[in-house]
């Protein structure tokens, strides 16, 4: 059984804080790795994806890989109160993809 | 049209109906996937399909069939469905199964299904 995992939240962060939100994963084998965040009704929608150890950086969000802990962290500076959303972790093995259950932040005015 | 379509986007049904869900991707991709999200669960992988083959059947009961005439097309029969199969059912793409690192799954906007 592949496994990713996150704490469901909710997550609360004043604006213009930083949000933090880690994922873990059981599969060694995982590849690729990608954050999605998703709105209330909507679709998920790709906010980045990484794939090397280390950090990957676009505009306002870091991601974080550490492939030796099994842990992918996605990092929001300047939080904006147009962030809050479900935050999706997902990861690749090369045969398809696996989500968390998502973290739920709210960015307070 | 760009990107993930899918029809309808809400769709109320009785336990005794059959109904299809559709979905059209335009982005030339090779896989599609079937999930389906209710509340506080993961996404939960119900069908793959890579060049029109099915490669994943991940446990789904028999009144869920897919069907996949093209790489372009996938749909979902739905029968005698139970109220707890009442969820969004979210079609995605990919350009291939992961294969390659960068490799994305593209979601479409979701079918709401209500099952009464």
């Known amino acids: 059984q592949k496994e990713v995992e996150q704490n469901s939240g909710p997550l609360s962060v004043p604006e213009g804080a930083i949000a933090s939100l880690n994922c873990t994963y059981s599969d060694r084998g995982s590849q690729s790795f990608f954050w999605y965040r998703q709105y209330s009704g909507k679709s998920p929608e790709l906010i980045m994806f990484i794939y090397s150890n280390g950090d990957k950086e676009d505009g306002r969000f870091t991601a974080q890989l550490n492939k030796a802990s099994q842990y992918v962290s996605l990092l929001i500076r300047d939080s904006q109160p147009s962030d809050s959303a479900t935050y999706l972790c997902a990861v690749n093995a090369g045969n398809q993809f696996y989500f968390g259950t998502g973290t739920s932040l709210t960015v307070i005015p | 049209e760009t990107g993930v379509t899918q029809t309808p986007r809400h769709l109320v049904m009785g336990m005794t109906n059959k109904k299809s869900l559709k979905c059209e991707q335009h982005l030339g991709h090779n896989a599609m996937y079937w999930y389906k999200q209710s509340a506080k669960k993961p996404l939960e992988l119900m069908f793959v399909?890579?060049?029109?083959?099915?490669?994943e059947n991940n446990s789904v009961p028999s009144r869920f069939s897919p069907e996949c005439p093209n790489s372009s097309h996938l749909f979902l029969h739905l029968h005698t469905l139970q109220p707890e199969d009442s969820a969004l059912y979210l079609c995605a793409s990919s350009q291939d199964l992961g294969q390659s690192p960068n490799t994305e799954a593209f979601f479409g906007q979701g079918t709401r299904l209500t099952v009464v």
């Open positions: 399909y890579n060049f029109k083959e099915q490669t």
